[in-house]
């Protein structure tokens, strides 16, 4: 399976840009997505196809990489934000999920 | 607006069976692939089983292979997933999600059944 790897906590100060990455143990062309979810709620899509916004998504959230390098960036970060970032593939099955972000506000 | 409404979730004792449904509304149900992924307490997300818009196509992780079954009924717009032999590590909330396009993002998500397998 593809395993995606992400660090499991960042902390940042509202109005901060940050970065948050994503790799894969393998090629995944450009089928990486990514997901937020707050606490006690389902996820959500943010970004398909490693930099397509999700329909009524904020512009502040953006997405790149190909390959096996992938970075989710909010900029500017927002108290709202609070939340952990799901990255997931769908290049290779079965389709894999990392194991999440935790994105604190300083 | 996009809908999906879990139930059948609660309480089991290992080996039992669970059946959970996914009620869908809100877009044309047969034209979508659906799925099921699940969320151990506090931990990450692992997709669980898919199935076509016309049920063709059925996928399975190997976690769940032989034990439970993913199908759907078009006309009465709902999703399901028949639990067999259940184990303790099968303890999750279980979310239904819509596929997006052909991307094979998870595009909706519903607000989960918690299932717990427990003596």
């Known amino acids: 399976d593809t395993v995606l790897t992400q660090s499991p906590a960042l902390a940042v100060s509202p109005g901060e840009r940050v970065s948050i990455s994503c790799r894969a143990s393998?090629?995944?062309?450009?089928?990486m997505h990514w997901y937020q979810q707050k606490p006690g709620q389902q996820p959500k899509l943010l970004i398909y196809k490693a930099s397509n916004l999700a329909s009524g998504v904020p512009a502040r959230f953006s997405g790149s990489g190909s390959g096996t390098d992938f970075t989710l960036t909010i900029d500017p970060v927002e108290a709202d934000d609070t939340a952990t970032y799901f990255c997931q593939q769908s290049w290779n099955d079965p389709r894999t999920f990392g194991g999440g972000t935790k994105l604190e506000l300083k | 607006e996009v809908q999906l409404v879990e139930s059948g979730g609660g309480l089991v004792q290992p080996g039992r069976s669970l059946k959970l449904s996914c009620l869908a509304s809100g877009f044309t149900f047969s034209n979508y692939g659906m799925n099921w992924i699940r969320q151990a307490p506090g931990k990450g997300l692992e997709w669980v089983a898919s199935?076509?818009?016309?049920?063709?196509?059925?996928y399975y992780a190997d976690t769940v292979k032989g034990r439970f079954t993913i199908s759907r009924d078009n006309a009465k717009n709902t999703l399901y997933l028949q639990m067999t032999s259940l184990r303790s590590e099968d303890t999750a909330l279980y979310y239904c999600a819509r596929q997006g396009g052909f991307e094979r993002a998870f595009a909706y998500w519903g607000q989960g059944t918690l299932v717990t397998v427990s003596s």
């Open positions: 393998e090629g995944v062309n450009s089928y």
């Open positions: 199935i076509s818009s016309s049920s063709s196509y059925i």
